[in-house]
């Protein structure tokens, strides 16, 4: 289904159905300040009811509204039409590498489940009754340690094959890290 389209209107063409789904255009008004997230919303209020997408805080904090814009996984709410629309058209699908379960929604078990059995969490030796470890802001195992924690989960760099980050996070340089790690307690022995 195409819509007719206004001069002052988006060209928006958005991924309907499953994996086997294909795009439909829909005319979008042209607002200021307007973001990716604005123009789904937009559709499913008032064009399209049934269209299932995901999000939540619309301020950047959760990520769950993250899709692929114009080929590129970003947070939708953080993603300004004025800087993506290439001649007043956009194309917004689900990100990759994950099952779509319906339109924009895509099924983040999988991530998640990896995510799991990375198992990248902290277990402390301390308890309640220790001192405090004592840990200078700018040591080089605190500055390390900083760039994992901003991760929220988003799956942005799962869809991207690692590229980029909303964070800035650097994902590519962590598991080269991992990787060093790993092949010198191979060759000491310790795995």
Known sequence: MTNALKSDALEVSVWRGGAHGRFVTYPVPRQDSQ??????TYIQRRLEPSLSYRFSCRVGMCGSCAMTVNGIARWTCRTHVSKVAEDGRLEIAPLSNLPVIKDLATDMREFFDKWARAKGQFHGTRTRHDDFEKVEPASPARVAANAGIECIGCGVCYASCSER????????????GLKLRSARAAMRGEI
């Open 165 to 176: 980050c909303p964070k800035q996070i650097e994902p590519t340089a962590g598991i080269a």
């Open 35 to 40: 973001t990716v997230l604005d123009v789904v």
